[in-house]
């Protein structure tokens, strides 16, 4: 059973500070590795993709992977009260079957 | 990306009734997807629908109950047929559009809102 973890949270961190969501995963031969934001009543919104270790940047957004440890994160500097929402990890291969595993998500509250 | 439209947004059902929900994406894709997301969850994948074959379902779904067509490259249908008030959920469906250098990305439709009493 393939398996992604995130800590259900909230995770509470002030306005201007970094926010950091982690996520672990079972399937050793994954391959691609996705954030999603997900505000309340709305669809997850694809934001960071990460196919190689080390980590990548855009914009505020950080990701970081760690093949190794089977381990992935999102860190997200200068948060602001916006980035406010459910952030789901999911986790891919890449066979031709193209599915991905989501994890249960991480609520993100930013306090003004 | 992909600009995606389900429709019906949201709807209210009787139990032992059947809704189909639509989506349209706005270009050709090879792999749609339909999920389930019920409400505090995560998302649950129904099943792949593929064009000119029967959709591929994961354990836990049967097409008797989600029966699914895929018509062509840019439009699907879920059913959600005999529903009960367990079926209340949000059904998402979702595309593989990647670009150069990128893979098994996947963008979301809007998402529709069933309630069944």
């Known amino acids: 059973q393939k398996e992604v973890e995130q800590n259900s949270g909230p995770l509470s961190v002030p306005e201007g500070a970094i926010a950091s969501l982690n996520c672990t995963y079972s399937d050793r031969v994954s391959q691609s590795f996705f954030w999603y934001r997900q505000y309340s009543g709305k669809s997850p919104e694809l934001i960071m993709s990460i196919y190689s270790n080390g980590d990548k940047e855009d914009g505020r957004f950080t990701a970081q992977l760690n093949k190794a440890s089977q381990y992935v994160s999102l860190l997200i500097r200068d948060s602001q009260p916006s980035d406010s929402a459910t952030y789901l990890c999911?986790?891919?291969?890449?066979?031709?079957?193209?599915?991905?595993?989501f994890g249960s998500g991480t609520r993100l509250l930013v306090r003004p | 990306s992909a600009v995606i439209s389900q429709k019906p947004s949201r709807d209210i059902c009787q139990r032992g009734t059947s809704l189909t929900i639509q989506c349209q994406v706005d270009s050709q894709v090879t792999m749609m997807f339909w999920y389930r997301q019920q409400p505090g969850q995560s998302l649950t994948l129904i099943a792949t629908?593929?064009?000119?074959?029967?959709?591929?379902?994961e354990s836990g779904f049967v097409i008797d109950k989600f029966p699914i067509s895929r018509p062509n490259l840019t439009f699907s249908t879920l059913t959600v047929s005999n529903m009960s008030p367990e079926d209340s959920s949000i059904y998402l469906c979702s595309v593989e559009k990647g670009t150069s250098g990128t893979y098994n990305e996947q963008f979301f439709g809007p998402g529709t809102r069933l309630t069944v009493l």
């Open positions: 629908a593929n064009q000119g074959s029967e959709a591929t379902y």
């Open positions: 999911a986790v891919g291969g890449m066979d031709s079957s193209y599915k991905l595993i």
